[in-house]
C-alpha cells in the first residue's frame, strides 16, 4: 500500500521531486524558528496541475497535507508541529513562483509559492509596493503568508491587500 501510495506522487511530480528519507526532508521540517517534527513525504510539484493531482492523492490516501510555500518559519505554520493522528505529507509551492500583473499593475495573480520580495521587484517600475514590507519581503516570505499574516482573517476586507 506504501509503495502505491509513493508511485502514485512520483508518476505526477517524477521520483526527483518526492522526498522520504530523513536528510531528503529536514529543510521542509525544520523552520528557522520552529522545533523540528517529521512527516511521511515531501513533494515539490513544478506545475498547478501536478499539485491538483498530488492533493487528490493525498486526500485519497487520507494523509494530513501540510502546503509550505517559503518556510520562513516566523509564524511556524508551514512546518510541522507536535504529533498528528495519521501521516503529513509537505508540499512544498516554491516551484509554483509565477506572479502576473493584471490592471495596469493595481492587481496580480500569484502562484503559491511566489515571494513578497519577487513580487516588490515586479512592481518597482510601476511605483507600486506590496501588501506588506514589514521586513518579510527581504528574507523570502511568500505572497500567501504575507496576506496571511498581514491582511488575512478578520483584516481581509480592510487590511492593506484585499484578497480574492
Not at 510541522?80 to 505529507?89: E, N
Not at 500569484?110 to 520580495?117: C, E, I, V, W, Y
Request: charged share 15%; net charge positive; aromatic share 8%.
Amino acid at each position: 500500500m506504501k509503495n502505491n501510495f509513493l508511485n502514485s506522487l512520483k508518476n505526477i511530480v517524477g521520483k526527483n521531486n518526492v522526498f522520504v528519507k530523513k536528510k531528503d526532508k529536514a529543510a521542509f521540517v525544520v523552520g528557522w524558528r520552529a522545533f523540528e517534527a517529521d512527516c511521511e513525504v515531501v513533494i515539490t510539484p513544478s506545475t498547478l496541475l501536478e499539485m491538483w493531482n498530488v492533493l487528490n492523492v493525498l486526500h485519497n490516501y487520507k494523509k494530513i497535507i501540510l502546503i509550505q510555500a517559503s518556510n520562513t518559519s516566523l509564524t511556524g505554520g508551514s512546518t510541522p508541529f507536535g504529533l498528528y493522528d495519521r501521516d503529513l505529507a509537505i508540499i512544498s509551492t516554491l516551484k509554483l513562483n509565477k506572479i502576473y500583473l493584471i490592471n495596469n499593475a493595481t492587481q496580480i495573480i500569484a502562484f503559491p509559492g511566489s515571494t513578497l520580495h519577487k513580487l516588490q521587484n515586479y512592481l518597482k517600475p510601476h511605483n507600486r509596493a506590496p501588501h506588506s514590507e514589514i521586513g518579510s519581503s527581504c528574507i523570502g516570505a511568500s505572497i500567501v503568508g504575507g496576506i496571511c499574516n498581514s491582511s488575512g482573517g478578520s483584516l481581509i476586507k480592510r487590511g492593506p491587500a484585499y484578497t480574492e
